[in-house]
């Protein structure tokens, strides 16, 4: 009872925020930028033919990330059907919407249920899944630092109140990481038989057994894959309005990256993750209104293609394990 009242009073926090980060935003805009958000908008309709290819990209984003946790499963013997798994992917991340981080539970228990397997095997994949992609997320920020230092630099001084991230900055900050690392091996030695120490070793191995797996080049490829879909659904995405169309691949990757840790801080990125691209895309000479503008169009197509994707799993699962087990 106590758990099932943390979890809700998580979720009303989390919630909150996220509706106050949406009030903030709104009252900041003036007339003339909700006429250009108007305007926007407008484009969008006239071009709705492009959230096709956005649902495509999705989907198979979805897809590739259960194949991959599909690869994951094989060391422990357990091999789920692809529409099984597939289907677990897509109600964890409707789950997710509504409470945040109980996706990753929701989809054990799904898979478990109907591939009639221990769910508490399972939810240790999920672990070193979630450790790996954060660390795609980062080399992914790295890469994005090394190719737009001039841009991005310019980004976080603002952000920072004008702290100059020249190359001398950003060679510091390698250091200092450095140093923060070897100091976390130092701790982790002295903590290694503890209930935290037993725990990080256990996210490390899980991330190291993916080096190890026999497909792991395999299981490479379909987190590339992974990457590449949340990439293209931007990309294509800034074809949809006429002030985003002109933007670069490497704009797109600069939107996954604060798009990503948007998505972190509230509920299915609610409010968080519009401003996270509104104030990314200033950078790139985007007027804050037609920023605000694509912000909510990219995360209305994924919220809305995550319900309309995890409703139809809801529907076809039980009926498909019936057929397969009748």
């Not at 946790?69 to 094989?74: D, G």
């Not at 603002?158 to 190359?167: H, T």
């Not at 949809?240 to 600069?254: D, Q, R, Y």
């Not at 691209?277 to 920023?291: C, H, K, M, S, T």
């Amino acid at each position: 009872m106590k758990k099932k009242g943390l979890l809700l009073l998580q979720y009303v926090i989390f919630l909150g925020l996220g509706i106050l980060l949406v009030w903030w935003q709104v009252s900041r805009v003036t007339p003339e930028e909700k006429t250009q958000i108007i305007s926007s908008l407008d484009q969008v309709k006239d071009r709705a033919w492009l959230l096709i290819p956005v649902f495509l990209i999705s989907f198979l984003s979805h897809y590739f990330r259960a194949v991959r946790w599909k690869l994951m499963l094989e060391p422990i013997d357990i091999r789920p059907s692809t529409m099984n798994i597939t289907g677990a992917v897509l109600i964890g991340y409707v789950v997710n919407l509504l409470v945040p981080r109980m996706g990753e539970v929701a989809r054990c228990t799904i898979l478990a249920r109907y591939e009639k397997k221990p769910a508490h095997k399972i939810i240790g994949t999920i672990v070193a899944e979630r450790s790996f992609d954060m660390l795609c997320l980062l080399l992914i920020c790295a890469l994005a630092f090394v190719l737009q230092t001039s841009l991005l630099s310019e980004y976080m001084r603002n952000q920072f109140g004008g702290i100059e991230f020249s190359g001398t900055t950003i060679a510091i900050l390698a250091l200092i990481g450095i140093g923060g690392i070897a100091a976390a091996i130092f701790v982790f030695k002295r903590i290694r038989h503890t209930k935290i120490g037993l725990f990080i070793a256990g996210i490390l191995d899980g991330i190291m057994s993916i080096l190890r797996m026999k497909r792991s080049g395999l299981f490479l490829f379909h987190s590339f894959m992974i990457w590449l879909c949340y990439l293209g659904q931007i990309y294509v995405g800034f074809k949809c309005i006429e002030a985003t169309e002109g933007l670069s691949v490497l704009a797109g990757i600069s939107v996954l990256i604060f798009g990503s840790l948007g998505m972190i801080v509230t509920p299915g990125g609610l409010g968080a993750y519009p401003i996270a691209i509104q104030n990314i895309l200033i950078v790139y000479g985007i007027d804050p209104a037609y920023g605000f503008a694509f912000g909510w169009v990219a995360w209305s197509a994924q919220t809305f293609t995550i319900l309309i994707l995890g409703a139809v799993a809801l529907l076809i699962l039980p009926a498909y394990n019936r057929r397969k087990n009748g």
